[in-house]
């Protein structure tokens, strides 16, 4: 009998996702979750054919050398800048994402962080707890208005559009959008959204959303002097990757009142957070869950081993990110 394949789980996932995989695979994996340097998941690497990785772990041209065997990287995230993709493709290596199935998802979360930072949700939440909630007054908690506002979108693919859909047919919103390419005009009707520079959007928005993917173009999309040309009253939402803010520039915009709130799923070298983020009240911090309901992590984590099965099985990935000679992208 032909021995089965070798894999690595690189992170603790769903146990019967696992145990789907150990029906085609070898499988060495960390149900431990344990946090692996980058020479530790080079060394786990070692004879393994296949991975399934999540945001956390680099796959980088060092770990590829090390690791000539290696066919395909499956990432369990939609996001891939992980991957360093060229390096993959030239060592012949195919890398997927898990794209569409967490779409609405996370556009839902981007909509709760935007309710939660302009209703001061948390913040009022952190009030009552302490107990310091003694009488209604008539200002408490003011925040400001969600509906019949101009929601600005920065980055508009599937999740960008996801969320305008829920601004403009839910809650009545003028969306604007900046991108890097316009949308059709057709998305563009469907999304009831008009495509601005990024300047005008600043500039205009009440709510800025960010989607964008991380890139060496996209890091500090918002920094000190995009932060500037927003509104006082105006609100940030991260739901992207931590760097496409300078985190620092926030914190510093957010304590002098120059916007007037922001929420955060992502962060600069997360998991550790820039520390002058946990000292300013008007500011939702969450863990980097956007896409976190059961469902949606299990459709996640079912696609990645997909993805690895089709491929090691003699098929093409599902959703391949880089196109290698025999692999269909
Ligand atoms: C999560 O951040 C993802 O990219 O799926």
């Not at 969320?163 to 949308?183: E, K, Q, T």
């Not at 060496?216 to 995009?226: M, N, P």
């Not at 007037?260 to 520390?275: K, S, T, Y």
């Amino acid at each position: 009998m032909m021995s089965k394949p070798s894999i690595l789980v690189a992170r603790a996932i769903f146990p019967e996702v696992l145990q789907s995989l150990a029906q085609v695979f070898e499988v060495e994996s960390n149900q431990a979750d344990e946090v692996w340097s980058g020479e530790e998941l080079t060394r786990r690497m070692q004879g393994k054919v296949g991975a399934l990785t999540t945001g956390s772990e680099r796959i980088d041209a060092a770990l590829l050398q090390a690791n000539p065997q290696l066919r395909i990287v499956a990432n369990m995230a939609v996001g891939f800048n992980n991957f360093d993709v060229p390096a993959m493709t030239a060592a012949g290596v195919v890398a997927s994402n898990t794209p569409d199935v967490l779409t609405e998802t996370t556009a839902d979360f981007g909509f709760a962080l935007l309710m939660a930072t302009a209703r001061r949700v948390t913040e009022s939440e952190h009030y009552l707890r302490a107990g310091l909630w003694k009488k209604w007054s008539y200002d408490m908690f003011a925040g400001a208005e969600v509906h019949g506002t101009t929601i600005g979108i920065i980055g508009m693919g599937r999740i960008g559009q996801g969320i305008a859909r829920r601004a403009a047919h839910g809650f009545g919103m003028n969306v604007i959008y900046h991108n890097r390419s316009r949308l059709s005009a057709e998305l563009e009707a469907e999304c009831k959204a008009s495509y601005v520079s990024k300047q005008e959007l600043l500039k205009t928005a009440d709510h800025v959303m960010l989607v964008v993917p991380y890139s060496a173009e996209s890091h500090h999309t918002i920094g000190a002097a995009e932060l500037a040309q927003m509104k006082p009253t105006a609100t940030l939402v991260n739901i992207a990757r931590g760097g496409i803010v300078d985190d620092a520039a926030l914190a510093k915009a957010l304590a002098a009142g120059q916007i007037a709130a922001a929420g955060l799923d992502v962060f600069e070298g997360e998991p550790a957070l820039n520390p002058d983020l946990l000292t300013v009240p008007n500011v939702v911090l969450t863990p980097h869950i956007a896409s976190s309901t059961v469902k949606t992590r299990m459709a996640m984590a079912q696609l990645a081993a997909d993805n690895l099965v089709a491929y090691l099985t003699g098929g093409q990935a599902l959703t391949p990110l880089n196109a290698l000679p025999g692999a269909a992208a």
